[in-house]
């Protein structure tokens, strides 16, 4: 809307917030196939910002309007089977690449789908993670598992659906890059935003010089190209990588849209991570980003609107916003409940060490722990 386009939003959610600041809105289901055409009537161009819209949905779309990304290129997000084997594809390719880089592979792994599958898990995967293929986020799908007895038990509590289990990996960080790729092939990165994980849910993202070693940092940003140049994928796609305690970098998972680890753009670069959807999806050129302040995004969880003893109230937001380049982002939902992304708080500031005490302060104001 802010580059002169009419938006129409579909949402299953009556109360989307997209809904809401969107000019049109449709509320149907995803797979209302009658909801979909009065979209495709009406749209010149069409993109998701949810992972688990069914890809489906989206390839009806593009039979005669441009859906990006594509319907193909969700569907392998959507399913960590197919992710992984991505990732292991353009591991192998970057090996023989003469970049030096080097390939980035994801953890080591093994699929199961059957009894079968299960006996054959390598005694190696042990500690592991076993996580559905399907419909995981925030950590939810997924359960740690230190022996074959409790593998057993949790993949038949998971109703005995498709898995990956992974290796429990000795994290030092975990650090994600967003790219964005035009129709063209012409592909623009951000900076390499490091991340902590609370409880399986992104709690914090910090993006200023130095906030990972600059190899690893080049890295990142060469993989993440590479996924998104192999997929011939079109829009903005964040990839998650975790940084192991002996400094080798593993590729966790993608998201086929602009991401939580990105928000921080708005307020911390000349071109937003949404503005990439937007020129991506329009055919428009894709200006290198620039970040112009050091940033660190603090999410706001439902869990922030309820004392230590569990009584509802509104956290402290004009003591947050008297600190020096704070910026509020709270999404109008309606109802606050532990674990729910209610908003973010982005803190801006000329140096790392300015917004790291900004930043630590606010979280002392909400109550959040530091980091
Ligand atoms: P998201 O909300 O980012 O989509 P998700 O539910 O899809 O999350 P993952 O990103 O796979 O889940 O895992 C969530 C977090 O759990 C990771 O960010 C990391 O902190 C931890 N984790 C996941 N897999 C492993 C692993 N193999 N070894 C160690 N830690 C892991
Ligand atoms: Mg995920
Ligand atoms: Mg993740």
Redesign the pocket.
């Known amino acids: 809307q802010a580059l002169g386009y009419e938006t129409v939003v579909l949402d299953p959610d009556a109360s989307s917030p997209a809904g809401r600041v969107s000019q049109h809105f449709v509320q149907a289901d995803y797979r209302d196939l009658s909801a979909l055409r009065v979209l495709a009537d009406d749209a010149s161009a069409i993109t998701t910002e949810f992972e688990n819209v069914p890809a489906e949905a989206l390839a009806a779309l593009a039979v005669n309007r441009p859906v990006s990304p594509s319907a193909e290129c969700v569907a392998i997000a959507q399913d960590r089977i197919r992710e992984k084997a991505h990732f292991t594809r353009c591991a192998a390719r970057a090996e023989q690449a003469p970049s030096g880089l080097g390939g980035v592979a994801p953890?080591p792994y093994a699929v199961i789908q059957t009894a079968a599958d299960l006996a054959a898990v390598p005694e190696s995967l042990l500690p592991g993670?076993l996580?559905t293929a399907r419909m995981?986020?925030?950590?939810?799908?997924?359960a740690r598992v230190a022996t074959r007895e409790a593998l057993a038990a949790e993949w038949h509590d998971m109703g005995g659906v498709p898995c990956v289990l992974?290796?429990?990996?000795p994290?030092a960080l975990?650090c994600s890059v967003i790219v964005a790729r035009g129709r063209d092939g012409q592909v623009v990165s951000l900076p390499v935003q490091r991340n902590l994980?609370r409880d399986?849910i992104?709690a914090v993202t910090e993006v200023y010089e130095g906030n990972l070693p600059p190899a690893l940092a080049q890295q990142a940003q060469a993989a993440t190209e590479a996924i998104a140049n192999e997929l011939n994928y079109v829009g903005v796609l964040c990839v998650?990588y975790?940084v192991l305690q002996d400094g080798r970098l593993v590729v966790?998972?993608m998201?086929p849209r602009p991401h939580n680890s990105g928000h921080y753009t708005v307020d911390a670069c000349d071109v937003s991570q949404f503005e990439l959807q937007v020129r991506t999806l329009a055919g428009l050129p894709l200006a290198a980003p620039r970040q112009h302040s050091a940033a660190i995004m603090l999410n706001l969880l439902g869990d922030l609107w309820y004392t230590a003893s569990g009584e509802p109230h509104t956290p402290p937001w004009a003591d947050v916003l008297a600190l020096p380049g704070a910026h509020l982002h709270l999404y109008g939902k309606t109802e606050a409940r532990r674990g729910r992304k209610m908003g973010h708080l982005t803190l801006t500031g000329p140096s790392a060490a300015a917004v790291r005490a900004t930043a630590l302060r606010a979280a002392e104001l909400l109550g959040m722990p530091a980091f």
């Open positions: 953890a993670v996580k995981g986020y925030d950590g939810k799908g997924q992974e290796q429990l990996l994290l975990e994980h399986g992104l998650e975790f966790n998972e998201a």
